[in-house]
């Protein structure tokens, strides 16, 4: 007799951490991560605010080095990167470079928008927990989505979320989705 049962497959939120890591190819266990998620056809998803999150540091950080190379001290660029003003062309190439990274490198990532229920929860989470807003927002939409695990490398974050959801750093994600019972490699 063929087991008639479902297959089931986890659901993984990625904290935008996570897309940093894996866009500058700079841990490899996020890297890991995603191309161990591409292979078992895992559900991966991650929240529209963290694309706008990855392209807002993404400008950061070249509009340090931008300011830097002509010559200002690290501690002046630093006082005033809210005044961040980028050209065009390479806000643009920022751009083309986030979106061909997520649209072309890894594809199978769901993007979430909260609903206002989520907003809600998103509010409540930051009146009532040490989360940060941004974070908040993270773990609303986790929530919402209804993944399994969050993953994040912000060890506060994990542990101030754990309380509301499964989380972890991606080098332990097999561990944790073994424990809820996922056949893991």
């Known amino acids: ?21 894996v866009l500058r190819d700079r841990r490899t266990a996020s890297l890991q991560l995603l191309e161990e998620a591409r292979q078992r056809m895992w559900r991966v998803s991650t929240s529209q ?15 340090f080095i931008l300011e830097v190379n002509k010559g200002r001290t690290v501690a002046s660029v630093l006082r005033e990167r809210y005044k961040r003003k980028l050209p065009e062309d390479v806000k643009k190439s920022i ?17 979430f928008y909260l609903t206002t229920e ?4 998103a509010t409540g989470l930051c009146a009532d927990t040490n989360i940060s807003a941004p974070d908040c927002l993270h773990l609303a939409t986790a929530l919402e989505a209804g993944c399994d695990v969050l993953v994040s490398t912000d060890d506060h974050f994990l542990e101030e979320a754990k309380d509301y959801i499964e989380t972890c750093q991606p080098e332990y994600v097999n561990d944790v989705l073994g424990r809820l019972g996922f056949e893991v490699g």
């Open 95 to 111: 751009e083309k470079r986030v979106k061909s990274f997520l649209d072309v490198r890894y594809p199978f990532i769901q993007y």
């Open 1 to 21: 007799m063929l087991d008639s049962s479902p297959i089931v497959v986890p659901h993984i939120y990625l904290d935008t951490p996570i897309l940093i890591d």
């Open 118 to 121: 989520g907003f809600n929860r």
């Open 49 to 63: 605010f963290a694309v706008m999150e990855l392209l807002d540091v993404e400008q950061d950080d070249k509009f």
